[in-house]
């Protein structure tokens, strides 16, 4: 086997490459791919037919039908039909403006509370007068993302408030360990990965009970050839659900045989590199990464109400 010294340095090019569409955590995207905080809260955002947006009939329909389908893309559980008892709402609303036809989306809470605005892309007033399907199918489009945004910003100031949240304590992550590592690795790997990745807002416990998010390492060795391995650790996080939260990938060809038989100080490196990517994945998936959005001012006047003179 090769000096420690070595190894040492091989474990540093180890830490650079991702495979697929996995985050490339040490190349300057920890956690890059963690899934969207989920919005919103709850379990659907109900988008009717504006009856208030300058639009003809069968446009108003197409046009709620559109921004669902926008949404949808952006992860956001949507779905074109009135609001039902406990759902959440959005509402358009239209107004001319110089540009053209600017479309306004607002969000509503289930005790009908308004909780955020936020405005689209100006339309030419003659496509959006006439319900023109690719002019309000490009509008929708621009609009996920926003919508996707302010959701998320909705969601993390209910969050904010709430003292139990993950953005108001540490995440409890259950560790399972690692396998597949060759001589020494999982216990080497799992070692230092429990010290690594505790921080003030990430603890470690030892059982599923009450745990935020779960990790577990698996390690994979191929024998390419007679001088080469192909040595590829993947650490999966998957949240209370089951659902999985993101992976950070690491991986290298090394020469053959190097951690046969003890990892040292190679498994220190790597664990401390990882740890960051995980982390990152758990930022992400807790709301601490997103900016809350206050509710709107007492007296603020709802989309399609002229203010009081």
Not at 162 to 169: E, Q, V
Not at 216 to 222: C, L, N
Not at 251 to 265: F, K, R, S, V
Request: glycine share 12%; with cysteine; net charge neutral.
């Amino acid at each position: 086997m090769r000096p420690l010294a070595t190894c040492l340095g091989m474990a540093g090019l180890l830490l650079l490459a991702a495979c697929g569409d996995l985050p490339h955590p040490f190349a300057g995207d920890p956690g890059g791919i963690g899934p969207r905080l989920a919005v919103p809260p709850p379990t659907r955002l109900a988008v009717p037919s504006p009856d208030a947006a300058m639009l003809p009939a069968s446009g108003a329909t197409l046009f709620a039908a559109d921004i669902a389908q926008s949404l949808l893309a952006q992860e956001v559980p949507a779905v074109q039909q009135p609001a039902r008892p406990g759902d959440w709402r959005l509402q358009i609303a239209a107004s001319r403006q110089p540009g053209g036809v600017v479309p306004s989306y607002s969000v509503f809470g289930p005790g009908n509370d308004l909780r955020g605005t936020v405005q689209g892309a100006p339309v030419t007033t003659a496509a959006w007068a006439a319900g023109n399907a690719q002019a309000l199918a490009a509008a929708a489009s621009e609009a996920g993302p926003k919508l996707a945004d302010l959701l998320t910003g909705i969601q993390a100031a209910q969050m904010q408030s709430d003292p139990h949240s993950l953005m108001n304590r540490p995440a409890k992550v259950y560790f399972t360990g690692v396998t597949g590592a060759p001589g020494d690795g999982d216990l080497s790997l799992a070692r230092q990965m429990a010290v690594s990745l505790p921080d003030g807002g990430n603890v470690i416990q030892n059982t599923a009970r009450g745990a935020d998010f779960t990790l577990r390492g698996v390690v994979t060795v191929k024998h390419l050839d007679a001088r080469t391995d192909h040595v590829e650790i993947v650490w999966t996080v998957t949240g209370a659900t089951g659902a999985e939260a993101g992976k950070v990938a690491q991986l290298n060809d090394i020469p053959a045989h190097t951690l046969d038989a003890y990892w040292g100080d190679v498994a220190v490196v790597v664990a401390r590199e990882a740890a960051g990517g995980v982390r990152q994945v758990i930022t992400n998936n807790s709301g601490r990464a997103h900016k809350p959005i206050p509710p709107p001012k007492a007296g603020t006047p709802r989309p399609g109400t002229l203010p009081k003179a």
